[in-house]
Nanobody, 123 residues
Framework: QVHVVESGGGLVQPGGSLTLSCVAA????????VGWYRQAPGKQREFVAA???????YYADSVKDRFTISRDNTKNTLFLQMNGLKPEDTAVYYC?????????????????WGQGTQVTVSS
């Protein structure tokens, strides 16, 4: 179980930008595939982005070309740069450390979730 703390959320107007951060405790961060999920009100938690141990990034179609996932292994920190925000991006965002991969290539997370960080996109 990896303890994580997400931050960086807030209220932003449509078209605006935010950068989320997630600091992970322990020593597995740098050797793990990691990622971001989000949960909008009344909806299930959904995959947003992943950064693999091999250095490949994956994105949900809904955020592709707008969001960028990156990491700093020296600081056990995961980032999510969000540009061109839309009202439908409003959700609580959670990081997942480590992410695992099904044989099909999709990701799943077995750990406990942190408190998340709220992102609200509204004019």
């Amino acid at each position: 179980q990896v303890h994580v703390v997400e931050s960086g959320g807030g209220l932003v107007q449509p078209g605006g930008s935010l950068t989320l951060s997630c600091v992970a405790a322990g020593s597995v961060f740098s050797i793990s595939t990691v990622g971001w999920y989000r949960q909008a009100p009344g909806k299930q938690r959904e995959f947003v982005a992943a950064d693999t141990i091999g250095g490949t990034q994956y994105y949900a179609d809904s955020v592709k070309d707008r969001f960028t996932i990156s990491r700093d292994n020296t600081k056990n920190t995961l980032f999510l740069q969000m540009n061109g925000l839309k009202p439908e991006d409003t959700a609580v965002y959670y990081c997942a450390v480590p992410l695992r991969t099904y044989d099909t290539g999709s990701f799943y997370y077995l750990g406990s979730w942190g408190q998340g960080t709220q992102v609200t996109v509204s004019s």
